[in-house]
């Protein structure tokens, strides 16, 4: 591996874990992410099976590993072939995500909705149901992004701050009737503690409305149930950066909206290392976003609020002014899943774009504008996987695996323990196999019965 004397200085903090930081990753882990079940198992007719042997599989995580869905089928023409690809790479690695509801996209004119798949194509925003379909075929859980921003706004939007606020509550209604049901998680707010750098296309800054990110979770909680994760979501500087004595603007933002009683159930923690100016800014940035102990910190800080977080839009650069982009790439995110999949406040880790070339801010897709240059997907543009894919799958789908057998005595050896999850159960009695489903969850009870089916397999 060769990197730039800038990109090695970068690194220096993850290139070698302390024994603390070993320590933590490892220990965190185990009490974190892994449960044990006992199991009681009745046989077909009725009477307590005392021995046999059962083979545990995990099927699908409960901790969520995700990446935005914006790509999906959207290549078109010559590269129609990559939507088939871009679908069995994001089922193998992922169980979220991302649904783009972006107001000027999702809808374009007021009162007409680009939902169904036969509406209009815009780059990066597939129709809602058609990737919400392809979610619920694949047990793959969908978060909405986001409710409200100020940014990437229909031109239709009036100005007038009353009407405005009127505004958000028709769309936030609107989305909670057609989706409430079918879409668990939801940002309701993106990115609103960064309105002194505003878009071109966003609120003029003196028409935002007074208590604004507070309406929108007022309203998101009016209207979508009671069982939705509603998360406030904030961009990497404002979520990881140290102000006030460690108190972080985004720390003080939550702490004041669950003062207030607004039902904030959860916290978006982006993370982009990438759009610097130059490998300078990423060293210095490296400081803070690549260094454990600060990073730990700030988990523990947010942590502390009693609501899930979760690490929200990961883009890490791989480009060739790294030396090896490619390896930096990797090497950065193994390292830092390891960390945040230790910590047991976060729930979720989302990976940004999937696809190098397909990012934003570039007028069109494969090509090298706007956050393209980053190179910051896991898949090559012709959809080979890059070595941090390489990395991420073997995380997530073999060291954070759980694949074993039990030699089950009703007595003695009945609990089956591992990753907690979904899992098959294929168990060998003296009368057959059996399959039986069973979940290991840490907010599950720790014991259960299983009735045998008449009909072994």
Known sequence: MSYTREALAALKPLTAFSPETEARIRHSTEIARKGALRLHIIAPDGSEVERCSIRYTLQRHEF?????????????????????????????????????FYWNTYEPERGRFRCSPDCEVIDRRPPVDELLSFCEENAITPKGHPLIWHTLLPEWLPQDRSRLLDEYERRIAMIAERYGARIPIFDVYNEGLQLDSLDPVCFPKGNVPASHIERAFELAGKYFPAS???????????????????????????????????????????????FFRDLNQLVDW???????????AHMDLYGSLGIPLNISEITLP???????????????????????????????????????????????????????????????????????????????????????????????????????????????????CFELPVSISRNAPAVRTLKLDASPR
């Open 228 to 274: 939705t994760e509603l998360v406030y979501n904030e961009g990497p500087w404002q979520s990881w950066n140290n102000y006030h004595n460690f108190y972080t603007p985004l720390y003080l933002l939550a702490r004041r909206l669950q003062n207030a009683g607004l039902p904030l159930r959860g916290l978006g923690l982006q993370y982009h290392l990438a």
């Open 318 to 432: 791989a480009m060739p002014a790294l030396g090896d982009g490619e390896a930096f790439q990797s090497l950065v995110a193994e390292r830092l899943y390891r960390i945040w999949f230790s910590h047991p406040a976060v729930h979720a880790i989302i990976w940004w774009n999937l696809v190098d070339k397909t990012a934003y801010r570039a007028d069109s897709i494969n090509n090298n504008e706007g956050e393209n240059r980053f190179l910051g997907g896991l898949l090559n543009n012709d959809m080979t996987g890059k070595l941090s894919w390489k990395v991420l799958h073997r995380l997530i789908r073999t060291e954070w695996h759980t694949d074993e057998t039990l030699e089950f005595e009703s007595e003695g050896k009945n609990k089956i323990y591992g990753f907690y999850g979904d899992y098959l159960l294929r168990i060998r009695t003296d009368s057959g």
């Open 64 to 100: 969520k590993f995700g990446a935005n869905g914006f790509m999906f089928r959207q290549f078109r023409g010559d590269q129609a072939w990559k939507n088939a690809v871009y679908e069995e790479k994001f089922k193998e690695l992922f169980n979220l995500a991302v649904v783009p």
């Open 286 to 296: 490296s400081r803070q976003m690549l260094d454990p102990a600060h990073l730990y």
